[in-house]
Every structure is written in C-alpha cells, then in structure tokens.
C-alpha cells in the first residue's frame, strides 16, 4: 500500500492556489483570534473554517475524488478517506465540532468560546501539517505559487528566499530581493552600461527598454554619477511593456518606490548593488509594505511565466543557425549601418526566421530567433556571420 510519504504527482495550479488560500485564511483566523474581542471571534471561527474547506477542495482535487452537487463537511473526510487506503485523516473529531461552531456562529450568532478558539486553530494547524504530508507529500507551510515557475527561472530562487525571509521576519532583505526580481525581469533591459565605451559592447541584449537618447558613451560621461545611473528607461516603452504583459503599470512603479535601487551588470559573475536609501526600509509599517511587494512581485513574476507560455516558439517554420563566433552583432535591420541592438549571448540556441538581401544588395542577413531570460528576442545577424545554414 502507497504511504503517501512522497508526492505521487505535482501540484496543478488550481491545487497550489488553493493550499495557499487555506494557508492565508487560516493566517487571517489567527490575528482576529488573538484580538480577543467577540466580533474578531466570530470572524476567527468562520475564516478558519473556510481554510479547512478550502483545504478540503484542494486534496479532492488532487486526489481525483468525485464530488457531489452538495457536499456535507463529513463527507470530504470520508470521501478523502476512501482514496487514503489504510491512512486516515487525523483530528476527525476536532474537526467536525470546529464545523458546528461555525454553523452556530455563523446561523444562530453564537459566538465561539474564546477560552477554545485558540485550541481550535492549534488542531487545525496540527491537522494542516499533518494532512498535506499524508496527502500532498510536502510541508503544508512551505507550498508556495512560486512552484508554478520553471526551475530555469533566476526569479523563482529568488522569491523563495523572499518568502522565506518574510516568513522569518527579515523584512529589509525581503524588499531587496523581490526588488533582484524586478531588475531581471525589466530594469536590466534599460541598462546602458554596455554603451560607455561607445557602440553597445556586451554580450548580452540588454538596452530594449532604456530611453534612446542615453544609449551613447556622450551621456554616461556627463550624467552617469553612480553604477545605478546605469539604469535609464524610456517610460513610455516600460509601460507598453508592461501592458502587453498584463502588468498594471502603476503596481510596477509602487514596487520601485517602495523597494531600494540596485544593479548588477551584464557580466558574469557580477555581483548585486544596492543602493543605501534608508528611508525605504524604515521600521514603521514595513511589514505591510513588504507584504504589498512580495505578494505583487510574484504575481508579475507568474504573469510573465503565464505569458511565455503562448508566446512563439521555435516550430517547423524556423530552422537552427550556427554562427561563426560568440557575441555575433545583432542589428535592427537588414543593414550594417543600421542601430546595433546588441550581441548574440554565448551558448544560446539560435535559430532562423529568413534570409533577405541587404538594402543595398551588396550583402545579406539572417532574421534570427533567440531565447534569453525567459525572452524570445529576434533582430538581423550578417550572412557572414553565419556559418551554416
């Protein structure tokens, strides 16, 4: 018989989201819990109740259980049960009277008594910790949306050291990393750094959304001050970004005004910089606002995963190029006296949209497809660039 002590499958989106709708339910019970007045008791009794159905709904889900039109409380034990084997659900009966609590609180306006409601969120917490290992194989307290990222997302390690230091308190840090989140997924594209010493040098392609008139070695003499100046962004093309994403561009601008400014250049190994804006990170009301920016940084973050999922990918209409070195040049047209985008990065799969002669018919570019950070990016390689085709 199958003990359950591993996960038998991954959890789907709908299951994910709901295991962590029971966990924050049940967070609300416990603060109205401890305020100790009857009307925060009444909401106590009947959001922790809600946790454990919602908790319910997301095992029958992954368990495949058949449910009814109208499902009774009971009936979801039983029915989870049944799919358990010879396991069985601890806390039954703690469980079916924190229910009737809830039916007289909620029907009849009898509020709890407050000297068990604190036992009640004890079992229920004890039966969350046990029940997910039983059923789930995985710490009910460690099930986060940041699941739904691929692993080959820098964001996704990052955001798990972001709850992990908002779980634990650490609010400065957490701030400062969800900010990481950010930089990677918008503001290093509007690094001009690779411009300083002239035409973009870097082998990465990274200046899509930085303002054009900053892309010059001119600018960063006379107006970069500090490594952050290496971020200059053309608003315009950031909000139209973040638009077409799906991102409300005003949740991006808080997360900015509430987080540090740092950067990391394109180099390999680089490390991270932040910038010392103690205004940021002070004490009073942190918690709220580290709240506000984790909880909009993942969203963003599976927004954009969501998003790369649907968009183009390499298909029977595209075929793969070799190119004759590392770092080719990329330009915006079919044209080498046209705008340098960037470089092509060393060791990514690049791949051919078509063939087309230069402007001036003396020479010919490959229209090239690449993924980068998550990001399919396209632009026009010379044909003597490209080595086989």
Same mark, same amino acid.
């Given at each position: 018989?199958?003990?359950?002590?591993?996960?038998?499958?991954?959890?789907?989106?709908?299951? @994910?989201?709901?295991?962590?709708?029971?966990? /924050?339910?049940?967070?609300?019970?416990?603060?109205?819990?401890?305020?100790?007045?009857?009307?925060?008791?009444?909401?106590?009794?009947?959001?922790?109740?809600?946790?454990?159905?919602?908790?319910?709904?997301?095992?029958?889900?992954?368990?495949?259980?058949?449910?009814? $039109?109208?499902?009774?409380?009971?009936?979801?034990?039983? $029915?989870?049960?049944?799919?358990?084997?010879?396991?069985?659900?601890?806390?039954?009966?703690?469980?079916?009277?924190?229910?009737?609590?809830?039916?007289?609180?909620?029907?009849?306006?009898?509020?709890?008594?407050?000297?068990?409601?604190?036992?009640?969120?004890?079992?229920?917490?004890?039966?969350?910790?046990?029940?997910?290992?039983? =059923?789930?194989?995985?710490?009910?307290?460690?099930?986060? @949306?940041?699941?739904?990222?691929?692993?080959?997302?820098?964001?996704?390690?990052?955001?798990?050291? !972001?709850?992990?230091? /908002?779980?634990?308190?650490?609010?400065?840090?957490?701030? =400062? +990393?969800?900010?990481?989140?950010?930089?990677?997924?918008?503001?290093?594209?509007?690094? *001009?750094?690779?411009?300083?010493?002239?035409?973009?040098?870097?082998?990465?392609?990274?200046?899509?959304?930085?303002?054009?008139?900053?892309?010059?070695?001119?600018?960063?003499?006379?107006?970069?001050? +500090?490594?952050?100046?290496?971020?200059?962004?053309?608003?315009?093309?950031?909000?139209?970004?973040?638009?077409?994403?799906? =991102?409300?561009?005003?949740?991006?601008?808080?997360?900015?005004?509430?987080? %540090?400014?740092?950067?990391?250049?394109?180099?390999?190994?680089?490390?991270?910089?932040?910038?010392?804006? %103690?205004?940021?990170?002070? !004490?009073?009301?942190?918690?709220?606002? !580290?709240?506000?920016? @984790?909880?909009?940084? *993942?969203?963003?973050?599976?927004?954009?995963?969501?998003?790369?999922?649907?968009?183009?990918?390499?298909?029977?209409?595209?075929?793969?190029?070799?190119?004759?070195?590392?770092?080719?040049?990329?330009?915006?047209?079919?044209?080498?006296?046209?705008?340098?985008?960037?470089?092509?990065?060393?060791?990514?799969?690049?791949?051919?949209?078509?063939?087309?002669?230069?402007?001036?018919?003396?020479?010919?570019?490959?229209?090239?497809?690449?993924?980068?950070?998550?990001?399919?990016?396209?632009?026009?390689?010379?044909?003597?660039?490209?080595?086989?085709?």
């Amino acid at each position: 018989m199958d003990d359950h002590k591993e996960p038998r499958a991954e959890l789907s989106s709908a299951v @994910l989201r709901r295991l962590v709708l029971a966990r /924050f339910l049940y967070n609300q019970a416990l603060e109205n819990a401890v305020l100790r007045r009857e009307v925060t008791e009444f909401a106590a009794i009947n959001t922790l109740q809600d946790a454990i159905e919602v908790f319910f709904l997301a095992a029958t889900d992954y368990l495949n259980v058949d449910l009814g $039109k109208k499902t009774e409380f009971e009936q979801y034990i039983d $029915k989870v049960n049944d799919r358990l084997g010879e396991k069985e659900l601890p806390f039954r009966r703690r469980l079916i009277e924190i229910n009737k609590v809830r039916v007289l609180s909620k029907h009849q306006g009898i509020p709890p008594n407050p000297s068990e409601l604190m036992g009640y969120l004890q079992a229920a917490r004890e039966f969350f910790d046990q029940a997910a290992a039983l =059923i789930f194989g995985r710490p009910f307290w460690a099930v986060s @949306l940041v699941d739904l990222l691929p692993e080959t997302d820098e964001a996704k390690g990052l955001l798990l050291l !972001a709850e992990r230091q /908002f779980h634990g308190g650490d609010y400065s840090e957490c701030l =400062i +990393t969800c900010r990481k989140v950010m930089f990677i997924k918008y503001e290093c594209r509007g690094s *001009i750094e690779g411009y300083r010493d002239g035409r973009f040098s870097e082998p990465i392609f990274a200046s899509w959304l930085a303002a054009d008139y900053a892309c010059s070695r001119e600018f960063i003499a006379n107006h970069v001050e +500090t490594p952050f100046d290496f971020v200059h962004l053309d608003h315009s093309r950031l909000e139209s970004e973040l638009m077409k994403d799906g =991102i409300d561009p005003e949740v991006y601008w808080n997360i900015s005004r509430l987080t %540090p400014a740092l950067y990391r250049s394109g180099k390999e190994g680089a490390d991270w910089l932040v910038k010392h804006e %103690p205004q940021k990170l002070a !004490a009073e009301g942190i918690e709220d606002r !580290a709240s506000y920016v @984790l909880d909009n940084t *993942i969203d963003i973050a599976l927004r954009l995963s969501a998003r790369k999922k649907v968009l183009r990918r390499p298909t029977s209409s595209t075929f793969p190029l070799k190119l004759m070195s590392p770092c080719v040049t990329i330009y915006r047209k079919a044209d080498a006296l046209s705008e340098v985008l960037g470089t092509v990065p060393g060791g990514v799969d690049v791949y051919g949209l078509y063939g087309t002669p230069s402007f001036d018919r003396t020479g010919y570019f490959w229209r090239i497809l690449f993924e980068m950070d998550g990001r399919w990016t396209e632009g026009f390689v010379s044909g003597l660039d490209v080595s086989r085709q």
